[in-house]
């Protein structure tokens, strides 16, 4: 079965400083989705960035990017330039075979 | 064009009684979900719809159903709520049948069972 996991409960970083939060995953298909989503306090899911796994070219969204290595089964996402906006719980998420199998999530403090 | 729309936002509710959460998106989506969310957890899946007229069980459908009403709604029914129940339980939609397309979270309904 496929897991998916954050050892990050807790990450903190200045403002306008780069941070990176990691994720692994473990599965035995090749074809998949990886994907970070953003949890403000509102509960709201949103979606940050996604990557398809046989793209080897990492995805970016402006001042988000991922570092995807395949072998490795590893998905760190990159924060540039932190705001302080972008405090909020982050998620890492495996897709495949109609499911989300979700990390348990990693909380982010930009510290003004 | 409001996206997903989730009602009550907040639910109290004693061991036993049973309550319907209710769903709806307004993009056309064929493809309808109920997560719920566990502190210290990821998103668990309850329940999907990956079209109109079909339901399937996710990761933790014990002790509840689903009612895709039309392509639009998706209810999710408690028919005798258990302290273990008490989550935030989000909805959520996506275009196409699989989930490689990209999902839009409802903002959740937090329900508490006493």
């Known amino acids: 079965a496929q897991t998916v996991t954050q050892s990050q409960p807790e990450m903190s970083v200045q403002e306008a400083e780069t941070v990176t939060l990691s994720c692994t995953y473990d599965t035995s298909e090749s074809d998949y989705y990886l994907f970070w989503y953003k949890q403000p306090p509102s509960r709201q899911m949103i979606l940050v960035i996604r990557?398809?796994?046989?793209k080897q070219q990492n995805a970016t969204e402006n001042r988000f990017s991922v570092n995807f290595q395949k072998a490795a089964k590893s998905f760190s996402l990159k924060i540039s330039d932190s705001q302080l906006g972008d405090a909020a719980m982050y998620f890492c998420?495996?897709?495949?075979?109609?499911?989300?199998?979700w990390g348990a999530g990693t909380k982010l403090i930009i510290k003004p | 064009n409001a996206g997903v729309t989730q009602t009550p936002k907040f639910q109290v509710l004693k061991t036993g009684q049973s309550m319907t959460l209710q769903c709806a998106q307004d993009m056309n989506h064929n493809s309808m979900y109920w997560y719920r969310q566990d502190p210290g957890m990821g998103l668990r899946l309850i329940y999907y719809s990956a079209s109109e007229g079909t339901t399937d069980k996710g990761e933790v459908p014990n002790g509840y159903n689903v009612s895709r009403l039309n392509k639009r709604e998706f209810s999710l029914r408690l028919e005798s709520a258990a302290p273990s129940q008490t989550s935030v339980y989000f909805c959520?939609?996506?275009?196409?049948?699989?989930?490689?397309?990209?999902?839009?979270f409802g903002p959740g309904t937090r329900l508490t069972v006493t």
């Open positions: 990557q398809e796994a046989y």
């Open positions: 998420a495996y897709g495949s075979n109609y499911q989300l199998i």
């Open positions: 959520a939609s996506s275009e196409a049948r699989l989930t490689y397309e990209w999902q839009y």
